[in-house]
């Protein structure tokens, strides 16, 4: 599965849970950021080190409480992703 059609899912989860729009509005821009600087993969290609990679390289130019924000929305995430089955193992 790609990660736009994992994005799908995961924001209709969401939206179903109750989270408000301001919040479903930052996973949508932490989402884009997170395909323009990997690609839309497909999800099985992506490894903890690919995303420890992303993260350490968002690290240098972010304020602590922003990477803070970006790190709980990818765990999110790849924790849905595990949790619904469309992952073998919770790379996170």
Known sequence: MILSKLWRLYEADKRIQGFSPSTLKAYT???KMLV???GDLDISEITLNLLKEYLAKQ?????PSSLAHRIRFVRSLFRFAY???YLSSNLL
Do not use: N, P, V, Y
């Not at 690290?59 to 304020?63: A, I, P, Q, W």
């Open 36 to 38: 323009r600087e990997l």
């Open 59 to 63: 690290s240098d130019r972010l304020k």
């Open 83 to 85: 949790e619904e089955t």
């Open 29 to 31: 821009l932490q989402f």
